[in-house]
């Protein structure tokens, strides 16, 4: 199974703020097909995970472009500049790429 | 609007079977790959398996850690999923998410259902 490793385990930020969230695979996330199935994931307090990022750098619908997403390969990053209130909850990334589908442990998102 | 709405779940002993139901509405049902997603309290995310669309024949893949156990199956003229568990052990103890695939990522999921499985 590709193994997804998160860091940090949790961040604090004071509103208005950037923060970085890193999310390593234990293999490479290129498909046979070109594409690199990585994904974030935001799930706020008591509610189901909801799609931010999708194939590395794409915002899904609806999502800020205060998120953004970059990397390649093993390597991964998520942004999010000007933090508000609705952004906090736990982050997860998730690869698509091979099965089984694997998520990282997540990267819980705190206000300082 | 995309809904997708769990129910069935429950307190099960160990050893028992239940079988959970996703309703699906706001999308042609048949175009999409569907997959269950489960989440132990306080833990991370668990794909458990995918069923294909109609153009790929509604075919299957599951987690090892779910094969032979769970079955996943599809109703398409109610637009309902479903995920058949049979043999439920204490660690299959989350929240069962289903949730709409779309190009290798999650694009929709349900509010989740819980299944506790205790004597």
């Known amino acids: 199974d590709v193994v997804m490793t998160q860091t940090p385990v949790s961040l604090s930020v004071s509103l208005g703020g950037q923060v970085s969230i890193s999310c390593r695979s234990s293999q490479s996330l290129v498909h046979n097909n070109g594409n690199t199935y990585l994904s974030w994931y935001l799930q706020k307090p008591g509610q189901s995970p909801q799609l931010l990022i999708y194939k590395v750098s794409n915002r899904f619908s609806g999502i800020s472009d205060r998120f953004s997403g970059s990397g390649?390969?093993?390597?991964?990053?998520?942004?999010?500049?000007?933090?508000?209130?609705?952004?906090?909850?736990?982050?997860?990334?998730?690869?698509?790429?091979?099965?089984?589908?694997?998520?990282?442990?997540?990267?819980?998102?705190?206000?300082? | 609007?995309?809904?997708?709405?769990?129910?069935?779940?429950?307190?099960?002993?160990?050893g028992g079977s239940l079988r959970?139901?996703?309703?699906?509405?706001?999308?042609?049902?048949?175009?999409?790959?569907?997959?269950?997603?489960?989440?132990?309290?306080?833990?991370?995310?668990?794909?458990?398996?995918v069923i294909r669309n109609k153009a790929n024949g509604y075919t299957t893949e599951y987690n090892p850690s779910v094969k032979g156990r769970f079955t996943i199956s599809r109703d398409n003229t109610q637009n309902i999923l479903y995920l058949q568990m049979n043999t439920l052990r204490a660690e299959d103890t989350a929240i069962y998410y289903c949730a709409r695939l779309r190009?290798?990522?999650?694009?929709?999921?349900?509010q989740g259902v819980m299944v506790t499985v205790s004597s």
Do not use: H
């Open chain 2, 20 to 49: 959970l139901s996703c309703a699906a509405s706001g999308f042609t049902f048949t175009d999409f790959y569907m997959s269950w997603i489960r989440q132990p309290p306080g833990k991370a995310p668990e794909w458990l398996g």
């Open chain 1, 72 to 112: 390649s390969g093993t390597d991964f990053t998520l942004k999010i500049s000007r933090v508000e209130p609705d952004d906090l909850g736990v982050y997860y990334c998730g690869q698509g790429t091979q099965y089984p589908y694997t998520f990282g442990a997540g990267t819980k998102l705190e206000l300082k």
């Open chain 2, 1 to 14: 609007e995309v809904k997708l709405l769990e129910s069935g779940g429950g307190l099960v002993q160990p």
């Open chain 2, 103 to 110: 190009g290798n990522y999650f694009d929709y999921w349900g």
